[in-house]
């Protein structure tokens, strides 16, 4: 079997908004370093929309505060790695520099808009707040843009809601305050950090309208946190699996639920009820997210893999490209010293 070797930073950057390049991060506990980032390397093109998907305590969300810069250090610090926005290291810039990239060119939405919003502000303050400092415009200038955005994401009686305070609305229309606030500055990248998790299927399925239809009128590129796969296929363009730490596998997303090469992404896809299915127990994978620093060595995910190797204990497996722009973290793909490691297809 002969296999591809080109590893993520041989890719070329023209394309890509943002670039990942082998980041680790480490947390320092009491006496101990743990690592919960592990050379990740991610890319995302204008205009596209790249899905982060895996169980919780895979490291989605501090992977995505990374790129904020949002880790307090200490107790955080990134022994390697890279995130390039611009053609500049965004781990390098100071405080100061990030403030001004933070909801101008780089926007978050947070899981939980009740305790991302601030209480005791009103909703059109907040939306302004960022018009204030990266657009420099008027009182009646932001507020006209603050109702606006509220429009655009479909709240009804933008005027009454723009006076209103977050435990007055509902569920559905605080998470579409929380896209205005994203989206206020029309960011070059929207990070979406399991954006729909705490709302009912019909609001769901509206915010992730809305969300597409925001993203072409402003032309944003958007990294969509999610543990729901249903989402990634309605939403994205290409999807990374994320487990332990690590990317494992990262395709285009068709290419990815038809060919799906490593155990644990075909694991998860099976878990995925059936069209017509009304009865029977669904596959799950065995065991649970190990937690960070339980293994020094060897792949992570080899206590739950029904495919694992003698190897798979030992050595860690590279992340690399075994088809065109398919990038898996297994030895079932990979060789070791020029020998083929499995002959599996």
Same mark, same amino acid.
Request: charged share 25%.
């Given at each position: 079997?002969?296999?591809?070797?080109?590893?993520?930073?041989?890719?070329?950057?023209?394309?890509?908004?943002?670039?990942?390049?082998?980041?680790?991060?480490?947390?320092?506990?009491?006496?101990?370093?743990?690592?919960?980032?592990?050379?990740?390397?991610?890319?995302?093109?204008?205009?596209?929309?790249?899905?982060?998907?895996?169980?919780?305590?895979?490291?989605?969300?501090?992977?995505?505060?990374?790129?904020?810069?949002?880790?307090?250090?200490?107790?955080?610090?990134?022994?390697?790695?890279?995130?390039?926005?611009?053609?500049?290291?965004?781990?390098?810039?100071?405080?100061?520099?990030?403030?001004?990239?933070?909801?101008?060119?780089?926007?978050?939405?947070?899981?939980?808009?009740?305790?991302?919003?601030?209480?005791?502000?009103?909703?059109?303050?907040?939306?302004?707040?960022?018009?204030?400092?990266?657009?420099?415009?008027?009182?009646?200038?932001?507020?006209?843009?603050?109702?606006?955005?509220? &429009?655009? #994401?479909?709240?009804?009686?933008?005027? !009454?809601? /723009? $006076?209103?305070?977050? +435990?007055?609305?509902?569920? @559905?229309?605080?998470?579409?305050?929380?896209?205005?606030?994203?989206?206020?500055?029309?960011?070059?990248?929207?990070?979406?950090?399991?954006?729909?998790?705490?709302?009912?299927?019909?609001?769901?399925?509206?915010?992730?309208?809305?969300?597409?239809?925001?993203?072409?009128?402003?032309?944003?590129?958007?990294?969509?946190?999610?543990?729901?796969?249903?989402?990634?296929?309605?939403?994205?363009?290409?999807?990374?699996?994320?487990?332990?730490? &690590?990317? #494992?596998?990262?395709?285009?997303?068709? !290419?990815? /639920? $038809?060919?799906?090469? +490593?155990?644990?992404?075909? @694991?998860?896809?099976?878990?995925?009820?059936?069209?017509?299915?009304?009865?029977?127990?669904?596959?799950?994978?065995?065991?649970?997210?190990?937690?960070?620093?339980?293994?020094?060595?060897?792949?992570?995910?080899?206590?739950?893999?029904?495919?694992?190797?003698?190897?798979?204990?030992?050595?860690?497996?590279?992340?690399?490209?075994?088809?065109?722009?398919?990038?898996?973290?297994?030895?079932?793909?990979?060789?070791?010293?020029?020998?083929?490691?499995?002959?599996?297809?």
């Amino acid at each position: 079997m002969e296999t591809k070797t080109k590893f993520m930073k041989d890719i070329a950057p023209q394309k890509n908004v943002l670039e990942i390049k082998n980041l680790s991060l480490e947390f320092k506990n009491e006496d101990r370093i743990v690592r919960v980032v592990n050379d990740v390397s991610l890319y995302i093109r204008k205009g596209e929309t790249l899905g982060l998907v895996g169980e919780s305590g895979c490291g989605k969300s501090v992977t995505s505060m990374s790129i904020m810069r949002l880790i307090d250090s200490p107790p955080g610090n990134y022994p390697a790695g890279e995130i390039i926005y611009r053609g500049e290291d965004l781990l390098k810039k100071t405080e100061n520099q990030m403030a001004k990239i933070r909801g101008n060119d780089i926007s978050m939405i947070f899981q939980e808009p009740m305790t991302s919003l601030n209480p005791v502000i009103t909703i059109g303050a907040q939306i302004e707040e960022s018009l204030f400092i990266h657009r420099k415009l008027t009182k009646q200038e932001a507020k006209i843009k603050a109702v606006d955005m509220l &429009e655009k #994401v479909r709240i009804p009686r933008a005027e !009454e809601i /723009y $006076k209103a305070y977050p +435990h007055e609305l509902s569920g @559905g229309m605080r998470q579409r305050v929380m896209i205005a606030i994203a989206l206020a500055c029309s960011p070059n990248i929207l990070i979406a950090d399991e954006p729909t998790t705490a709302l009912d299927v019909t609001i769901q399925a509206q915010i992730l309208e809305l969300m597409g239809k925001l993203k072409d009128e402003i032309d944003t590129s958007i990294l969509f946190i999610t543990h729901d796969l249903g989402v990634v296929a309605e939403m994205c363009d290409r999807v990374a699996v994320m487990y332990s730490g &690590e990317i #494992v596998e990262q395709a285009d997303v068709y !290419e990815l /639920y $038809k060919n799906p090469k +490593h155990p644990y992404t075909r @694991g998860l896809l099976k878990s995925i009820p059936k069209i017509g299915q009304t009865r029977g127990i669904l596959p799950s994978i065995p065991g649970q997210v190990p937690l960070p620093g339980t293994f020094t060595h060897g792949c992570k995910f080899r206590d739950r893999c029904e495919e694992v190797m003698e190897i798979c204990h030992r050595e860690d497996p590279g992340f690399l490209e075994i088809e065109q722009e398919h990038y898996c973290r297994c030895f079932l793909y990979t060789t070791i010293d020029g020998k083929e490691v499995s002959s599996h297809e």
